[in-house]
């Protein structure tokens, strides 16, 4: 499967919403819906955080079995950025939406322009310190919510790649999870 395959229903569940359409420097100069952009192979935005505890334990969800995207797939906070927003604001936005938590610190560590296949976006990958409580996941989509440290979190990645998301895959084959 192509990575512009598993992208698909994540994309085409929110094809209707309005992104800015990048040009070849990354500068948005176009605004028009996310499906078309996607279809048409052009660059837009997607924005994804790592969340961690106080102790520097990574959250991880398991999307459920009815997840309209990556079901049953372990899986990060993943948004489209929409034309108008800040990738920082999708970020915070995304964060309250899935996990119900809004981060006490969060900072952009890594941007990656999109050209690994057409239509491919530019991922922003966000670090984000959750407050003391624990986030509460929407029941609906995800199932289970857990806490990695940086040894658990490779034993993931290099015994159960089948059971981690496209974004997770991203993270982990970038070592983004556990810069300083």
Not at 35 to 49: E, S
């Amino acid at each position: 499967m192509t990575m512009r395959e598993l992208y698909e229903p994540f994309i085409f569940s929110q094809a209707d919403c309005l992104v800015e359409v990048l040009d070849d420097f990354g500068s948005p100069f176009m605004v028009m819906s996310l499906g078309q952009a996607f279809r048409q192979g052009l660059r837009y935005q997607l924005a994804l955080c790592l969340l961690y505890d106080r102790h520097g334990s990574l959250y991880l969800f398991q999307r459920s079995k009815q997840s309209p995207f990556f079901p049953d797939l372990w899986d990060v906070p993943l948004a489209v950025v929409r034309a108008g927003e800040s990738p920082f604001d999708t970020v915070i936005d995304g964060l309250y939406s899935s996990l119900r938590v809004r981060p006490s610190s969060c900072v952009e560590i890594c941007r990656e322009a999109g050209a690994s296949f057409q239509g491919s976006p530019d991922f922003l990958t966000f670090q984000a310190l959750a407050p003391s409580q624990t986030p509460a996941p929407d029941s609906l989509d995800i199932d289970q919510l857990v806490c990695l440290d940086e040894k658990d979190f490779q034993v993931l990645l290099k015994d159960f790649p089948d059971q981690i998301s496209p974004p997770l895959r991203y993270v982990g084959e970038r070592a983004l999870a556990f810069r300083v």
